[in-house]
């Protein structure tokens, strides 16, 4: 699967500068004034995984495919969008279509770039989003509540259903917590997914900071300054220096990062974070022709992570070839690894573990 991304926040607080960082590209304008971004731009990402670079040093395959995910930068939204200010419901049915939602809030000052607050404060920018959101979930629930309650007084079950959860969900908006907030058992789980709720849908926060604030940064002390980012991942960015990344080699990013005093870049820890919150893992194919990275669930089996690579492998599974990749890396690659009996054949209930490295056997 591939993984898709929302880039939202308010006008002016880098949203459209990070989307270019991360994706190496020009494609979104970034300009000191609000609503430069109309249409969404879309760019794809490789997920960086070194352990994908080791496997193909030991293979040398024709091609290296990693795996990879989508960003969308999204216009800038704004306090009354779910009544049409701004961009409004443009804006909104494009969030509809992500797995992830990556709220922006500026956490930088700047002479230069105009805020449309007027002032820098991540607690009211997240404040207006949610409440954007949460707004734009009441009418969508009402009007679903209006339709879906018609054909629940004719009698009929699902619809009745539908409408206790509608209406729980309601309950929830109007005291301004998500859709997300609510406990529900697996069928309930499965019936909301038809109701597309924006506040429903797993989230995170960019805190775009300064350079010089970067390897500082407390993820705590602006926890403690945005109260309603609570239990909500953080991941510290600097648009800026991700901007700088963007035209260096991987050695000179390296070297770059480590003179700041960080560690890993601020895309490989957005993309991480986002793999967390959807419960995503990584497996790997090896061989002479590609060595490949494929995305799945934490917890797929054997059969359902070969359906990552084609349908009919799933439908004809008969039995995966698995090696671990710390046994497949020690063993220097498949045949040391058969060797030294690290090579299992697992059946259909075997749940897929991070960093398999796999061959499915089916039948057409």
Same mark, same amino acid.
């Given at each position: 699967?591939?993984?898709? #991304?929302?880039?939202?926040?308010?006008?002016?607080?880098?949203?459209?500068?990070?989307?270019?960082?991360?994706?190496?590209?020009?494609?979104?304008?970034?300009?000191?004034?609000?609503?430069?971004?109309?249409?969404?731009?879309?760019?794809?990402?490789?997920?960086?995984?070194?352990?994908?670079?080791?496997?193909?040093?030991?293979?040398?395959?024709?091609?290296?495919?990693?795996?990879?995910?989508?960003?969308?930068?999204?216009?800038?939204?704004?306090?009354?969008?779910?009544?049409?200010?701004?961009?409004?419901?443009?804006?909104?049915?494009?969030?509809?279509?992500?797995?992830?939602?990556?709220?922006?809030?500026?956490?930088?000052?700047?002479?230069?770039?105009?805020?449309?607050?007027?002032?820098?404060?991540?607690?009211?920018?997240?404040?207006?989003?949610?409440?954007?959101?949460?707004?734009?979930?009441?009418?969508?629930?009402?009007?679903?509540?209006?339709?879906?309650?018609?054909?629940?007084?004719?009698?009929?079950?699902?619809?009745?259903?539908?409408?206790?959860?509608?209406?729980?969900?309601?309950?929830?908006?109007?005291?301004?917590?998500?859709?997300?907030?609510?406990?529900?058992?697996?069928?309930?789980?499965?019936?909301?997914?038809?109701?597309?709720?924006?506040?429903?849908?797993?989230?995170?926060?960019?805190?775009?900071?300064?350079?010089?604030?970067?390897?500082?940064?407390?993820?705590?002390?602006?926890?403690?300054?945005?109260?309603?980012?609570?239990? #909500?991942?953080?991941?510290?960015?600097?648009?800026?220096?991700?901007?700088?990344?963007?035209?260096?080699?991987?050695?000179?990013?390296?070297?770059?990062?480590?003179?700041?005093?960080?560690?890993?870049?601020?895309?490989?820890?957005?993309?991480?974070?986002?793999?967390?919150?959807?419960?995503?893992?990584?497996?790997?194919?090896?061989?002479?022709?590609?060595?490949?990275?494929?995305?799945?669930?934490?917890?797929?089996?054997?059969?359902?992570?070969?359906?990552?690579?084609?349908?009919?492998?799933?439908?004809?599974?008969?039995?995966?070839?698995?090696?671990?990749?710390?046994?497949?890396?020690?063993?220097?690659?498949?045949?040391?690894?058969?060797?030294?009996?690290?090579?299992?054949?697992?059946?259909?209930?075997?749940?897929?573990?991070?960093?398999?490295?796999?061959?499915?056997?089916?039948?057409?």
């Amino acid at each position: 699967m591939n993984l898709k #991304i929302g880039i939202v926040g308010l006008p002016n607080v880098g949203k459209s500068t990070l989307f270019n960082a991360l994706t190496k590209s020009q494609q979104a304008e970034a300009a000191n004034f609000p609503f430069c971004t109309i249409d969404p731009n879309v760019g794809l990402v490789n997920v960086p995984d070194s352990r994908l670079d080791k496997l193909a040093a030991m293979v040398q395959p024709q091609k290296l495919i990693p795996a990879s995910v989508e960003f969308v930068d999204i216009a800038g939204l704004v306090a009354g969008a779910s009544q049409g200010e701004g961009l409004g419901n443009k804006f909104l049915s494009h969030i509809r279509e992500c797995h992830v939602i990556a709220h922006v809030l500026r956490d930088f000052e700047s002479d230069d770039i105009h805020h449309v607050a007027g002032k820098v404060d991540p607690a009211q920018d997240l404040s207006v989003i949610l409440t954007e959101l949460i707004l734009a979930d009441l009418e969508s629930i009402n009007r679903m509540l209006e339709r879906t309650g018609r054909k629940a007084k004719t009698g009929d079950k699902e619809a009745k259903k539908d409408v206790e959860l509608l209406e729980r969900f309601k309950e929830a908006l109007e005291g301004e917590k998500l859709a997300s907030s609510l406990d529900l058992s697996d069928e309930e789980l499965v019936l909301s997914k038809r109701f597309a709720l924006l506040t429903q849908k797993k989230f995170l926060i960019v805190a775009n900071t300064s350079e010089d604030r970067l390897a500082d940064f407390s993820v705590d002390a602006f926890r403690g300054r945005v109260q309603a980012a609570d239990h #909500i991942p953080i991941v510290p960015i600097c648009a800026q220096v991700e901007a700088e990344l963007a035209e260096l080699s991987d050695e000179d990013a390296t070297e770059f990062l480590q003179s700041l005093g960080v560690d890993k870049s601020g895309l490989e820890s957005l993309i991480r974070t986002a793999f967390a919150l959807l419960g995503l893992q990584n497996y790997f194919t090896a061989g002479p022709s590609e060595v490949r990275a494929w995305t799945i669930r934490i917890g797929d089996k054997a059969p359902q992570a070969a359906g990552a690579i084609h349908t009919d492998f799933e439908k004809g599974f008969i039995k995966a070839d698995v090696i671990a990749f710390d046994d497949y890396v020690a063993c220097d690659g498949e045949s040391g690894a058969k060797e030294a009996g690290k090579m299992r054949m697992e059946g259909k209930e075997y749940i897929v573990q991070d960093g398999d490295v796999m061959h499915f056997k089916f039948s057409s």
